[in-house]
């Protein structure tokens, strides 16, 4: 199971958070496989130890991939939620008030940024409560 977090805009015009997971429902050769996310572009940043980013938007789209550092993301009512390497970002809060970020290990986030074509589908699944 890969795990997803997904940012989004609330009724609210806040940011807020849903865990959940990549749905992989299966394919061949015994591998667990999704559905294909249609992109429009994959870039890749390098911020150093100790980076942060306050408050702002998804500039589009996207999936965040992130290869090494772990982070908090933290919503304007105060929650947060830890991005570890290997996580998958939907950043889907594309309006309103926005998240802000903070690295919390001693290692550069190394992430890639997957901007979505129009009209995709994310195999997206939340979390169960």
Not at 111 to 121: L, S, T
Request: hydrophobic share 40%; proline share 6%.
């Amino acid at each position: 199971m890969i795990r997803c977090v997904k940012l989004f805009t609330g009724p609210d015009g806040k940011s807020h958070f849903v865990d959940g997971h990549i749905d992989l429902p299966g394919g061949e050769r015994g591998d667990f496989i999704s559905s294909v996310v249609g992109a429009r572009s994959i870039s890749f940043r390098e911020t150093g130890q100790g980076g942060s980013f306050d408050w702002h938007t998804a500039p589009a789209h996207q999936f965040v991939l992130t290869l090494s550092g772990t982070l908090d993301f933290e919503m304007p009512d105060g929650s947060k939620v830890r991005i570890n390497p290997g996580d998958v970002l939907w950043a889907d809060d594309t309006v309103g008030q926005g998240h802000r970020w903070q690295l919390v290990d001693d290692q550069p986030w190394r992430r890639a940024y997957v901007i979505f074509a129009e009209g995709v589908q994310v195999p997206f699944v939340p979390a169960q409560a």
